[in-house]
Nanobody, 124 residues
Framework: QLQASGGGLVQTGDSRRLSCTVSGRTFSDLVMGWFRQAPGKDREFVGSIRWNGGGTFYGGSMKGRFSISRDNAKNTVYLQMNSLQPEDTAVYYC???????????????????WGQGTQVTVSS
């Protein structure tokens, strides 16, 4: 089970950190992903991280502003978002999958487990 939190209303240029806590046992080949969905748009890949080793992979438009990290002891993955813009307004979801290779991490259909989503609204 995944529990996402940390969303809210922020101003343009602000930073925000989202958290996703994983309940239950994790395995070394777990991959955690972040996706977002803006109103009227398809769900978009933000980035992913391997539970074991911490290797990260980002969607093109978020690279450089967003970063993903994890705390294995807390079973939690974080999405740090900097220099937020109004176009970053969306519901942000965390998701989990096992045994993904990098080329498949940006496809939401490859993730078996999803959190409930947390809303981030960036005002101008």
């Amino acid at each position: 089970q995944l529990q996402a939190s940390g969303g809210g209303l922020v101003q343009t240029g602000d930073s925000r950190r989202l958290s996703c806590t994983v309940s239950g046992r994790t395995f070394s080949d777990l991959v955690m992903g972040w996706f977002r969905q803006a109103p009227g748009k398809d769900r978009e890949f933000v980035g992913s991280i391997r539970w074991n080793g911490g290797g990260t992979f980002y969607g093109g438009s978020m690279k450089g502003r967003f970063s993903i990290s994890r705390d294995n002891a807390k079973n939690t993955v974080y999405l740090q978002m900097n220099s937020l813009q109004p176009e970053d307004t969306a519901v942000y979801y965390c998701a989990a999958a096992y045994r993904l290779i990098q080329s498949t991490m940006n496809n939401e259909r490859n993730y078996q487990y999803w959190g409930q989503g947390t809303q981030v609204t960036v005002s101008s």
